[in-house]
């Protein structure tokens, strides 16, 4: 029953910055991890940044130092505040989660729809 739905995607130029969000709604106790993903066409799906609760992100090489992944977890909600972004920032940001549904119980890895973001030069 557990939703993740993003939003903030668009078409910026290179040098701009984006914001996305993600929302996560349903039957969610807690929610153990929540990460960016970037898939580019023709290209495997990639982790662009990820967070464990009260912990700091982690980051990709290639964003290291332009993205900041944050979470709410009063709301449910990670975001991803992308700036300088290159050309390359380019395809389907997808959100992901790892959500329990009671305590001590295990968590299932739930994926939202995407959200599209294109960098032009």
């Known amino acids: 029953q557990v939703q993740l739905v993003e939003s903030g995607g668009g078409s910026v130029q290179a040098g701009g910055s984006l914001r996305l969000s993600c929302a996560a709604s349903?039957?969610?106790?807690?929610?153990?991890?929540m990460g960016w993903y970037r898939q580019a066409p023709g290209a495997q799906r990639e982790l662009v940044a990820g967070i464990i609760g009260g912990g700091s992100g982690n980051y990709a090489d290639s964003v290291k130092g332009r993205f900041t992944i944050s979470r709410d977890d009063a709301n449910n909600m990670v975001y991803l505040q992308m700036t300088s972004l290159k050309p390359e920032g380019t395809g389907v940001y997808y959100c992901?989660?790892?959500?329990?549904?009671?305590?001590?119980?295990?968590?299932?890895?739930?994926w939202g729809q995407g959200t599209q973001v294109t960098v032009s030069s």
């Open positions: 992901s989660a790892y959500v329990r549904h009671g305590a001590g119980r295990p968590s299932r890895r739930c």
């Open positions: 349903g039957a969610i106790f807690s929610i153990k991890y």
